[in-house]
């Protein structure tokens, strides 16, 4: 399927026709005939899930975002206090073709390369033996070799390995260079009533996503200021995605683009169409169940052919604004850290 705004199914064009409150996004009305008051809570925070897994899926489609891509790091502001992020970039400085004795990762060594297991040895400072690591994992949470990074302030990413050659990735944790928030709000359904409205979250999940930027500006940019035109005066881009729930307002949205560089709305469409692909997986009897089950996280879901397109974005702010999200980030960090 190529069009985002394709309608999936007569049981999707129904729902969005049949008594929809303007103030509620169709997510809730696509789901509204398989939840009721105890689980749709709980749907509603799986949502999430899938609206950062949607973003993640689209932003690895870029080579070099996903080089510089983490998930879920917990990034330090100027206050010292550290916020949890759902997708951040970090400069990376390549080291390419490496032979057993090479150097030059700030006092690394290549000590050993396994191309049938894709893997490297590694050796610095400490007494011991060697560290391995391996193509397509990350470098291990303790030991040595994560001592040895985290007292410099850097990463290492695995890039190839072929025939007795490696390429490695350092990753400068000091030179963050871009952040985004997955923000979305849910429909609150009042007390003594079925009926759906819009709660008071919207304009307090502005604010934190404010904050964060707030933080992470003044301690990377050393200023508060949005951004004034494509890639004038910032090392680091603040970024959030928001989802519909409960549609923001305009004071919300005031709020983000008076801190926040780059607003995009994550729609809808694009969750409805991932929920009907999980739906032609498990079945109509089984949905509810299968798509609770179907969504693991972020970190841990199984990868699928289910694709992501730039018009299951729309951007807020800046209003001028006309490029894809992917071309918002992927400008930045290359003008930023050309590799």
């Known amino acids: 399927m190529d069009d985002p705004d394709k309608v999936v199914g007569e049981a999707i064009e129904e729902a969005l026709t049949t008594g929809r409150d303007a103030r509620i996004s169709e997510i809730f ?3 509204e005939a398989v939840t009721s008051l105890a689980s749709g809570r709980t749907v509603g925070r799986k ?41 951040s970039w970090f400069a990376i400085t390549p080291h390419n073709d490496l032979a057993v004795g090479d150097a030059g990762m700030r006092g690394l060594k290549v000590v050993e390369i396994d191309t049938v297991g894709q893997k ?9 033996r060697p560290v391995r690591v391996a193509l397509g994992q990350p470098t291990p949470r ?53 009926k759906l409205g819009s ?27 949005p951004l004034q035109g494509p890639g004038v005066g910032k090392t680091l881009l603040s970024l959030v995605a928001l989802g519909n729930g409960v549609h923001w307002t305009d004071k919300d949205k005031a709020v983000l683009g008076t801190y926040v560089d780059f607003t995009f709305l994550v729609r ?3 969750i409805i169409r991932y929920a009907e692909y999980v739906r032609d997986l498990v079945g109509e009897e ?8 179907y969504f693991k996280g972020m970190t841990k879901q199984e990868p699928d052919d289910f694709e992501v397109f730039d018009g299951d974005f729309t951007i807020i702010a ?22």
Request: glycine letters at 10%; a negative charge; proline letters at 2%.
């Open 29 to 31: 009305y696509f789901f």
């Open 47 to 87: 949502i999430g899930v899938v609206q950062e897994i949607l973003i993640k899926k689209y932003l690895e489609a870029d080579e070099g975002l996903a080089r510089r891509m983490y998930l879920e790091q917990m990034l330090q502001g100027e206050s010292g206090a550290g916020h949890k992020v759902e997708f």
């Open 120 to 128: 490297v040895a590694l050796m610095g400072d400490w007494d011991g």
């Open 142 to 194: 303790s030991g040595p070799l994560r001592a040895y990074l985290d007292a410099r302030d850097m990463d290492l990413r695995l890039v190839d390995v072929a025939d007795g050659r490696v390429s490695i990735d350092e990753v400068d944790r000091t030179r963050l260079l871009a952040s985004l928030e997955s923000k979305r709000v849910g429909a609150q359904r009042f007390s003594g009533t079925d």
């Open 199 to 225: 709660g008071i979250q919207t304009i307090e999940k502005a604010k934190q996503a404010s904050l964060v930027a707030i933080d992470l500006d003044i301690g990377h940019n050393r200023n508060v200021k």
């Open 268 to 270: 809808d469409a694009g």
């Open 286 to 293: 089984d949905f509810l169940e299968g798509f609770m089950d």
């Open 318 to 339: 800046p209003a001028k604004e006309t490029r894809t999200l992917r071309q918002v980030l992927s400008h930045h960090v290359d003008t930023m850290n050309p590799v």
